[in-house]
């Protein structure tokens, strides 16, 4: 039984035809189950907003064909419908235990199923019914998405003859599984049913909306354009307006053309095709529908080849003849004829009429060949796919909406033909269009024996188409063309040509761009030629470079001599978007500084936010007014020259505070003043471009008068301005400045002391030409010292940024001077001191020497003089002795104190420091002055306050004895 089960599973479509098939594999196994049933467990909502369940009773093997009621066994508990499971208190208390060989089973008896506990227990139940047999109900849950789930309960009667043991329920268990089975694949059929029913009524939603909202479109715009068409004759051809309503005209055509063909697919996808078919002359329609081409192709420097045989010949070997709704022959023609025009650069337009044979029919084909840019393999099996278009293609418009061929099949289709086609990228493309013969294949109500004419409209598809066409005439040709061989090697490479680090021109001549550029310069790059026209025009204030997609615009980048000031930009392009355009030009250095302006069709806030987060300056939603549009071109421009003028400005303030520090460590790095100066004039150069610097001394003291101490010639030829950021100092201010400069041709320049003198064309006789010269004064100590000067090509003007670097450098210069002398001042001073200090210690070693060889010789002198004492000796030769020995004293005292000065200059004296009694010096003193001072009747006179005088000291007692006693001498 399991395996026919398997085979089964196909038949599943539903999940109900789940429950039957098995139902009907379970009928034809009624000895292993003799009975089941399945409900379905669903939950649903009630008005008050509580929930309730019921089980639905799906399918049972009691279920006759044909028969709507069933009729359950006696012994069978309550079996509804429908069983309500909410709120159902039921219990199964009433167990019975059977006991079997080996085993126990426990059963419920129950007066109804016990379908509430299974869904509890989630495990099988058994049950005994009032005859004594015995029914197991299974649980199974199927997976409804997201977080419902679909329990499915199985009902299996048991075999009375046969012992419900472990096999029997394994059993089961595997029906029920094989159940599940089923119920999964009826599940995502039921799904992928519901899934393709939605599709088609969204389709066919679409399908009503579109010629609702086509024929909404096409009324106004009927309306709008016959007064249009009377504005248009009463206009003076040259008004300046006419322009303007040209361009409304072109574009509400357009639009009428796109309504058009989008109400025909629509009216075909819905079936209300409307057509007529009648009796054709083929050859004479195709020539009167291809012929309308032959002046547009002529334009356009193709050959326009209608290879159709002639008519009666023709008409006798068709024999039926062909039936053709006229419109629809006329939508296809058009179609295919400005396709092969839009796609073909140069060569042949061939449109073929001829008879061949397709499975032994007859059948008329029409061939379209081009010898265009071709469509490349992979594309042409979606080629007539609605909305389907080819990339990258270098065709004379960007410009569709690719339902066109969409349409043609139908369009052929609905004659009973069909389309083919064939194509090679850049040598040209076929499509063949085979309609049967005769009307056999066609609806019998559709057709029309007798030949109607059928309405014209006010603008009919042939003027719409024609119209169109004409755009690709007027375009500027060489703008796209001359990109097709660039871009013939690039076509597959537009990776390459995003990730490759593009190299621009920068401006790099300041006189230039104050002379040329007169408007502010915008690169506009769009894929409709009527758009990027329609721009131009508007735009006219500004100088505009042309692109057709972002590859293009990076080649006209590539070619420009100057960047734009503004890159105006369409999102949506072929090759290469406004998004990966904006990615480009943001990762190269050279042009993240452009302001980018994306203008969009896509009016959403994601839109606007994604340009906006990818760097864009601004974002414009088609459609946008004239004036809007000027005035933030206008806006992003000048705030783009204001961020880069402050830019500009903060870099030279960096590299001018750079240079002064660098030239402030000079200063005191201990270079001489020459190596300084030197260091000085090269800086000089290097921030300020120009021929020479020079310093020059007027130093009347050295006898320097104008002397030239430095200087620095540029070997290369200096551009006045070198830096890219320049171009922000605008013209006129330039223009401005040279005459301000040069009406106070060598005078000063600022009215205050600033020492600033600019020359704009004075003869040098240094360099024996003239020059345009700035100088700066450099002073020292309020006197003038000297100049710095910075030579540039005659007439070349002097930037205020250039100016006040020059008067910082010079006082700089004066410090770096000041320091200098200084520095010479101090070595002059420091000699001298030296010369000072050595001259002293000469001294005192002289002294020291002298009076050392004194002592010896006194001492000799002193010691004799006292032997002499105890010798009895003449009152007269001891009063001389006396005297001698009194006067060896003093000079012996006198030169101990030189030789004491002596060590004291020379550092040489040690100090001892020791406690002593201050009065038993002063004893010492008295005893030792006492006699000479009563020789000469001098009182001495010790008077001190013995309890208030500290008496011991911590002194060197020697010293102060020295000290007191060379006072008292004086
Ligand atoms: P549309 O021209 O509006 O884009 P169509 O349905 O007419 O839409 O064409 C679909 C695509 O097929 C176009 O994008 C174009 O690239 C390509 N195509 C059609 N005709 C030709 C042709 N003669 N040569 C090259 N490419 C063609």
Same mark, same amino acid.
């Given at each position: 039984?399991?395996?026919?089960?398997?085979?089964?599973?196909?038949?599943?479509?539903?999940?109900?035809?789940?429950?039957?098939?098995?139902?009907?594999?379970?009928n034809?196994?009624?000895?292993?189950?003799?009975?089941?049933?399945?409900?379905?467990?669903?939950?649903?909502?009630?008005?008050?907003?509580?929930?309730?369940?019921?089980?639905?009773?799906?399918?049972?093997t009691?279920?006759?064909?044909?028969?709507?009621e069933?009729?359950?066994?006696?012994?069978?508990?309550?079996?509804?419908?429908?069983?309500?499971?909410?709120?159902?208190?039921?219990?199964y208390?009433?167990?019975?235990? /059977?006991?079997?060989?080996?085993?126990?089973?426990?059963?419920?008896?129950?007066?109804?199923?016990?379908?509430?506990?299974?869904?509890?227990?989630?495990?099988?139940?058994?049950?005994?019914?009032?005859?004594?047999?015995?029914?197991?109900l299974?649980?199974t849950?199927?997976?409804?998405?997201?977080?419902?789930?679909?329990?499915?309960?199985?009902?299996?009667?048991?075999?009375?003859?046969?012992?419900?043991?472990?096999?029997?329920l394994?059993?089961?268990?595997?029906?029920?599984?094989?159940?599940?089975?089923?119920?999964?694949?009826?599940?995502?059929?039921?799904?992928?049913?519901?899934r !393709?029913?939605?599709?088609?009524?969204?389709?066919?939603q679409? +399908?009503?909306?579109?010629q609702?909202?086509?024929?909404?479109?096409?009324?106004?715009?009927?309306?709008?354009l016959?007064?249009?068409?009377?504005?248009?004759?009463?206009?003076?051809?040259?008004?300046?307006?006419?322009?303007?309503?040209?361009?409304?005209?072109?574009?509400?055509?357009?639009?009428?053309?796109?309504?058009?063909?989008?109400?025909?697919?629509?009216?075909?996808?819905?079936?209300?095709?409307?057509?007529?078919?009648?009796?054709?002359? %083929?050859?004479?329609?195709?020539?009167?529908?291809?012929?309308?081409?032959?002046?547009?192709?002529?334009?356009?420097?193709?050959?326009?080849?209608?290879?159709?045989?002639?008519?009666?010949?023709?008409?006798?070997?068709?024999?039926?003849?062909?039936?053709?709704?006229?419109?629809?022959?006329?939508?296809?023609?058009?179609?295919?004829? !400005?396709n092969?025009l839009k796609?073909?650069?140069?060569?042949?337009?061939?449109?073929?009429?001829?008879?061949?044979?397709?499975?032994?029919?007859?059948?008329?084909?029409?061939?379209?060949?081009?010898?265009?840019?071709?469509?490349?393999?992979?594309?042409?099996?979606?080629?007539?796919?609605?909305?389907?278009?080819?990339?990258?293609?270098?065709?004379?418009?960007?410009?569709?909406?690719?339902?066109?061929?969409?349409l +043609?099949?139908?369009?052929?289709?609905?004659?009973?033909?069909?389309?083919?086609?064939?194509?090679?990228?850049?040598?040209? #493309?076929?499509?063949?269009?085979?309609?049967? %013969?005769?009307?056999?294949?066609?609806?019998?109500?559709?057709?029309?024996?007798?030949?109607?004419?059928?309405?014209?409209?006010?603008?009919?598809?042939?003027?719409?188409?024609?119209?169109?066409?004409?755009?690709?005439?007027?375009?500027?040709?060489?703008?796209?063309?001359?990109?097709?061989?660039?871009? *013939?090697?690039?076509?597959?490479?537009?990776?390459?040509?995003?990730?490759?680090?593009?190299?621009?021109?920068?401006?790099?001549?300041?006189?230039?761009?104050?002379?040329?550029?007169?408007? @502010?310069s915008?690169?506009l790059?769009?894929?409709?030629?009527?758009?990027?026209?329609?721009?131009?025009?508007?735009?006219?204030?500004?100088?505009?470079?042309?692109?057709?997609?972002?590859?293009?615009?990076?080649?006209?980048?590539?070619?420009?001599?100057?960047?734009p000031?503004?890159?105006?930009?369409?999102?949506?392009?072929?090759?290469?978007?406004?998004?990966?355009?904006?990615?480009?030009?943001?990762?190269?250095?050279?042009?993240?500084?452009i302001?980018?302006?994306?203008?969009?069709?896509?009016?959403?806030?994601?839109?606007? +936010?994604?340009?906006?987060?990818?760097?864009?300056?601004?974002?414009?939603v088609?459609p946008?007014?004239?004036?809007?549009?000027?005035?933030?071109?206008?806006?992003?421009?000048?705030?783009?020259?204001?961020?880069?003028?402050?830019?500009?400005?903060?870099?030279?303030?960096?590299?001018?505070k750079?240079?002064?520090?660098?030239?402030?460590?000079?200063?005191?790095?201990?270079?001489?003043?020459?190596?300084?100066?030197?260091?000085?004039?090269?800086?000089?150069?290097?921030r300020?471009?120009?021929?020479?610097?020079?310093?020059?001394?007027?130093e009347?003291?050295?006898?320097?008068?104008?002397?030239?101490? +430095?200087?620095?010639?540029?070997?290369?030829?200096?551009?006045?301005? #070198?830096?890219?950021?320049?171009?922000?100092?605008?013209?006129?201010?330039?223009n401005?400045?040279?005459?301000?400069?040069?009406? %106070?041709?060598?005078?000063?320049?600022?009215?205050?002391?600033?020492?600033?003198?600019?020359? /704009?064309?004075?003869y040098?006789g @240094?360099?024996?030409?003239?020059?345009?010269? /700035?100088?700066?004064?450099?002073?020292?100590?309020?006197?003038?010292?000297?100049?710095?000067?910075?030579?540039? !090509?005659?007439?070349?003007?002097?930037?205020?940024?250039?100016?006040?670097?020059?008067?910082?450098?010079?006082?700089?210069?004066?410090?770096?001077?000041?320091?200098?002398?200084?520095?010479?001042?101090?070595?002059?001073?420091?000699?001298?001191?030296?010369?000072?200090?050595?001259?002293?210690?000469?001294?005192?070693?002289?002294?020291?020497?002298?009076?050392?060889?004194?002592?010896?010789?006194?001492?000799?002198?002193?010691?004799i003089l006292?032997?002499?004492?105890?010798?009895?000796l003449?009152?007269?030769?001891k009063?001389?002795?006396?005297?001698?020995?009194?006067?060896?004293?003093?000079?012996?005292?006198?030169i101990?104190? %030189?030789l *004491?000065?002596a060590?004291?200059?020379?550092?040489k004296?040690?100090?001892?420091?020791?406690?002593?009694?201050?009065?038993?010096?002063?004893?010492?003193?008295?005893?030792?002055?006492?006699?000479?001072?009563? !020789?000469?009747?001098?009182?001495?006179?010790?008077?001190c306050?013995?309890?208030?005088?500290?008496?011991?000291?911590?002194?060197?007692?020697?010293?102060?004895?020295?000290?007191?006693?060379?006072?008292?001498?004086i």
């Amino acid at each position: 039984m399991l395996g026919e089960s398997g085979s089964q599973i196909s038949k599943v479509n539903s999940l109900e035809s789940a429950c039957s098939i098995m139902k009907n594999i379970l009928n034809d196994n009624h000895t292993d189950i003799p009975y089941a049933l399945i409900y379905f467990v669903e939950h649903k909502l009630n008005y008050d907003g509580s929930e309730s369940s019921i089980a639905r009773l799906i399918t049972t093997t009691f279920d006759e064909d044909g028969k709507k009621e069933r009729h359950f066994p006696d012994y069978f508990p309550k079996t509804h419908e429908i069983i309500n499971l909410t709120n159902v208190d039921q219990s199964y208390e009433n167990y019975i235990n /059977l006991r079997r060989a080996s085993t126990s089973f426990s059963f419920i008896k129950c007066d109804s199923w016990p379908l509430n506990l299974v869904i509890k227990n989630g495990n099988h139940i058994k049950v005994i019914l009032k005859n004594d047999s015995q029914a197991v109900l299974f649980l199974t849950k199927i997976s409804l998405g997201g977080e419902k789930v679909l329990p499915v309960i199985l009902i299996c009667g048991v075999n009375r003859r046969r012992a419900l043991d472990e096999q029997y329920l394994e059993f089961l268990q595997l029906v029920t599984n094989q159940l599940n089975t089923y119920l999964l694949h009826g599940k995502k059929i039921e799904e992928e049913k519901l899934r !393709s029913k939605l599709l088609v009524d969204l389709n066919y939603q679409k +399908v009503i909306f579109f010629q609702g909202i086509s024929h909404e479109l096409q009324k106004p715009l009927t309306l709008m354009l016959s007064p249009l068409e009377e504005v248009i004759n009463a206009c003076p051809q040259e008004s300046p307006i006419m322009s303007h309503l040209q361009t409304i005209r072109r574009n509400a055509h357009r639009l009428l053309k796109l309504i058009n063909v989008l109400l025909q697919s629509s009216n075909v996808e819905s079936g209300h095709s409307d057509a007529k078919y009648c009796k054709t002359n %083929i050859v004479e329609l195709t020539r009167e529908l291809a012929s309308d081409f032959v002046t547009m192709a002529k334009t356009l420097g193709l050959d326009y080849i209608i290879d159709i045989p002639n008519s009666e010949e023709f008409n006798q070997t068709v024999g039926d003849g062909i039936y053709l709704d006229h419109d629809m022959y006329e939508t296809i023609i058009f179609n295919l004829c !400005s396709n092969a025009l839009k796609h073909t650069w140069k060569g042949r337009i061939n449109i073929r009429l001829y008879l061949e044979y397709k499975n032994n029919e007859k059948m008329v084909i029409l061939e379209v060949s081009d010898t265009g840019v071709g469509i490349p393999e992979i594309a042409l099996p979606n080629i007539f796919q609605r909305f389907y278009r080819v990339e990258s293609q270098n065709s004379r418009s960007h410009e569709g909406t690719g339902i066109g061929l969409a349409l +043609v099949k139908e369009l052929i289709t609905l004659h009973g033909g069909y389309i083919t086609v064939t194509s090679v990228v850049n040598k040209g #493309t076929t499509f063949k269009c085979w309609f049967p %013969i005769g009307y056999q294949h066609l609806p019998k109500n559709q057709i029309r024996f007798n030949n109607v004419k059928s309405k014209r409209e006010l603008y009919n598809n042939r003027q719409l188409y024609l119209e169109e066409s004409s755009q690709w005439i007027k375009n500027n040709i060489s703008e796209i063309k001359d990109d097709i061989d660039d871009l *013939d090697t690039d076509i597959n490479n537009t990776n390459k040509m995003l990730t490759d680090k593009i190299t621009f021109n920068l401006p790099t001549d300041m006189n230039d761009f104050a002379i040329t550029k007169k408007k @502010y310069s915008v690169l506009l790059v769009d894929d409709s030629n009527e758009m990027r026209d329609h721009l131009t025009d508007l735009l006219k204030e500004f100088d505009i470079y042309r692109a057709c997609d972002g590859k293009d615009a990076l080649r006209v980048l590539k070619t420009l001599k100057q960047l734009p000031d503004l890159v105006l930009s369409d999102v949506t392009m072929p090759n290469m978007n406004g998004y990966e355009l904006l990615d480009v030009l943001r990762s190269n250095v050279n042009t993240q500084l452009i302001p980018i302006i994306l203008l969009s069709a896509k009016a959403g806030e994601d839109s606007k +936010v994604k340009g906006l987060d990818k760097g864009a300056d601004d974002y414009l939603v088609k459609p946008f007014s004239a004036r809007e549009l000027i005035t933030r071109i206008r806006a992003n421009i000048e705030l783009s020259v204001l961020r880069r003028k402050i830019l500009f400005h903060r870099c030279q303030e960096e590299e001018s505070k750079q240079l002064l520090m660098s030239i402030a460590n000079m200063i005191f790095s201990g270079l001489s003043i020459n190596e300084t100066l030197q260091y000085v004039v090269k800086a000089i150069n290097h921030r300020i471009p120009c021929e020479r610097v020079l310093v020059i001394s007027n130093e009347q003291s050295k006898s320097k008068a104008n002397e030239i101490i +430095v200087s620095y010639e540029n070997s290369e030829s200096v551009k006045l301005i #070198t830096n890219p950021f320049m171009e922000i100092n605008d013209n006129s201010n330039n223009n401005d400045k040279r005459k301000s400069q040069s009406s %106070i041709n060598s005078q000063e320049y600022l009215n205050d002391n600033s020492g600033i003198e600019i020359s /704009l064309d004075v003869y040098c006789g @240094y360099v024996h030409k003239n020059v345009s010269i /700035l100088s700066s004064e450099v002073k020292l100590n309020n006197d003038f010292w000297g100049w710095i000067k910075v030579y540039r !090509s005659p007439n070349s003007i002097w930037l205020d940024s250039e100016i006040e670097l020059l008067q910082q450098i010079s006082n700089l210069m004066s410090l770096a001077i000041t320091h200098a002398n200084l520095l010479e001042e101090n070595e002059e001073k420091e000699i001298q001191i030296k010369a000072a200090e050595v001259a002293d210690k000469t001294k005192s070693q002289i002294l020291a020497n002298t009076s050392h060889e004194l002592r010896t010789p006194l001492g000799a002198i002193v010691g004799i003089l006292s032997s002499f004492e105890c010798n009895s000796l003449t009152t007269d030769q001891k009063e001389m002795i006396d005297t001698m020995i009194r006067s060896s004293d003093i000079v012996l005292s006198i030169i101990n104190d %030189i030789l *004491d000065s002596a060590r004291l200059e020379a550092q040489k004296v040690t100090l001892i420091n020791k406690t002593f009694d201050l009065l038993v010096l002063l004893d010492d003193i008295i005893e030792n002055f006492g006699k000479r001072a009563g !020789s000469k009747k001098i009182e001495l006179i010790v008077n001190c306050d013995v309890d208030e005088l500290p008496r011991y000291v911590k002194s060197d007692p020697n010293r102060l004895l020295t000290n007191v006693l060379y006072m008292i001498k004086i």
